[in-house]
């Protein structure tokens, strides 16, 4: 595609539930970040993947996130037993290199937690 | 480990005026670049710089980065209403990868 493209766009699950959030990053980006915004905040840096690298898990708030990236182009972060303060928009971002290249944003899953 | 921070968190500025945000890094970093969100929006790349001392300019929008490579600030003359949204920068520390973003300034403008 033409973009970072994540999906869905929206998610209101109940509390405890799991949910999945997909993104596929421009083809031939070889990072791929995912960051959590809360309403009026800043970006919070969960896990950052580069190539066959071991991701760097150091941002992910407790072992109820999680993620993975398969073959090295799409990834999917999992919350488990969501809770209320999981709710904020979830952004994925990739870019072409380690170094020196700009990052393109997807759009953002806004994730509700009711 | 590597902290971006930003000033000021907030900046109300009157349409007409200039306004400077600035960016400072706890590590030398191998380039800085910017980012604007627009209410409701995702963060857009604006500019890379790359070069100790270096200054671009986009329009109304200038850029420098810090001798040292530590830090960083964008200045913005005659702001517009197009101008609101909030700056980020960000950037990867010169003995890693991984893109750190500051908290970001927020730009609000009175007409």
């Known amino acids: 595609g033409a973009g970072v493209s994540q999906s869905p766009s929206n998610k209101v699950t109940e509390k405890g539930k799991d949910v999945e959030l997909r993104c596929d990053p421009i083809?031939?980006?070889?990072?791929l970040y995912w960051y959590r915004q809360s309403l009026g905040q800043g970006l919070e840096f969960l896990i950052y993947?580069?190539?066959?690298?071991?991701?760097?898990k150091s941002g992910l708030p407790s072992d109820r996130f999680s993620a993975e990236r398969t073959g090295g182009s799409v990834s999917t972060l999992t919350i488990q037993r969501t809770q209320q303060e999981d709710s904020a928009v979830y952004l994925c971002?990739?870019?072409?290199?380690?170094?020196?290249?700009?990052?393109?944003f997807g759009q953002g899953t806004r994730l509700t937690v009711v | 480990g590597q902290q971006v921070m930003q000033i000021p968190q907030y900046q109300h500025v009157q349409e007409g005026e200039d306004f400077t945000t600035y960016c400072n890094s706890s590590?030398?970093?191998?380039?800085i670049q910017w980012y604007k969100q627009r209410p409701g929006g995702h963060p857009v790349f604006l500019i890379q710089?790359?070069?100790?001392?270096e200054v671009k300019k986009q329009k109304r929008l200038t850029f420098q980065f810090g001798e040292a490579k530590k830090n960083s600030s964008l200045h913005i003359t005659a702001t517009q209403t197009t101008d609101v949204g909030t700056y980020f920068c960000?950037?990867?520390?010169?003995?890693?990868?991984?893109?750190?973003f500051g908290a970001g300034t927020t730009v609000t403008v009175r007409a």
């Open positions: 710089l790359v070069k100790s001392g």
């Open positions: 960000a950037g990867p520390p010169g003995n890693d990868y991984k893109l750190s």
């Open positions: 993947f580069q190539g066959n690298s071991a991701p760097d």
């Open positions: 971002a990739s870019s072409l290199h380690r170094r020196n290249t700009e990052a393109f």
């Open positions: 590590t030398t970093l191998s380039n």
């Open positions: 083809s031939g980006h070889t990072a």
